[in-house]
């Protein structure tokens, strides 16, 4: 196991990215196919910014990444990307809206790696992780245009497939992966929709 997260450690360091997660992106678009050249992508607890450096090679040049998250990222950028806006910011804090609607009034893409810190108890982690990946989903409700993708890591536990469940009324397709590169022995998933139905209710 230790050599499986060595080798996706030292490939980071290897393409420049920050942090091994970047793998785990890569994978799900290798897949499915949710960030395409010219999208507008907004990354939710972007921090160091390695899926937000990836979306930016994706979408290229005439696409958009807005990148939010508590601790501020190191504002690196890839060459021949879109551009990277970095914003500090709480996503939980109402202001936030303003800021994302300056930059953009819709987003193709939401996607969200935004993690709890844990404190080895289950239950408390797993409450933790549903209410960021909640916050998450409000947020891109409000900003996703028609048939857009939302992708959101979420740690197992009792309240995930109500969370699966209400996620197929909002989108056509939604499905639970669990990448090569995410540690075996993490609950760690990630939850995909895609085509987002901007009228569900």
């Known amino acids: 196991m230790r050599k499986v997260q060595d080798y996706y450690f030292k490939k980071a360091k290897k393409d420049k990215y920050p942090a091994r997660s970047v793998y785990k992106l890569e994978e799900i678009q290798r897949k499915y196919r949710l960030l395409r050249r010219g999208d507008s992508v907004l990354d939710l607890g972007c921090y160091p910014g390695s899926w937000s450096l990836y979306a930016s090679e994706i979408v290229g040049p005439k696409g958009i990444v807005v990148g939010v ?47 709890p810190q844990t ?17 998450a989903l409000t947020l891109a409700e409000k900003v996703l245009f028609e048939k857009g993708h939302y992708l959101c890591k979420a740690f197992q536990g009792e309240d995930m497939p109500d ?14 992966i669990k990448p090569q590169s995410s540690r075996k022995e993490s609950r760690e998933v990630f939850i995909l929709g895609m085509e987002y139905k901007k009228v569900h209710r």
């Open 119 to 135: 404190t080895g108890n289950r239950w408390a982690d797993h409450q933790q992780s549903m209410r960021l990946i909640e916050h």
């Open 163 to 176: 969370f699966v469940t209400r996620l197929k009324e909002r989108f056509n397709f939604v499905k639970v």
């Open 69 to 115: 998250d508590l601790q501020e990222a190191d504002k690196v950028t890839r060459s021949g990307g879109a551009q990277i806006h970095w914003i500090c910011h709480d996503i939980t804090e109402p202001g936030l809206m303003s800021l994302l609607r300056k930059l953009r009034p819709g987003y193709k893409v939401v996607i969200s790696d935004i993690a």
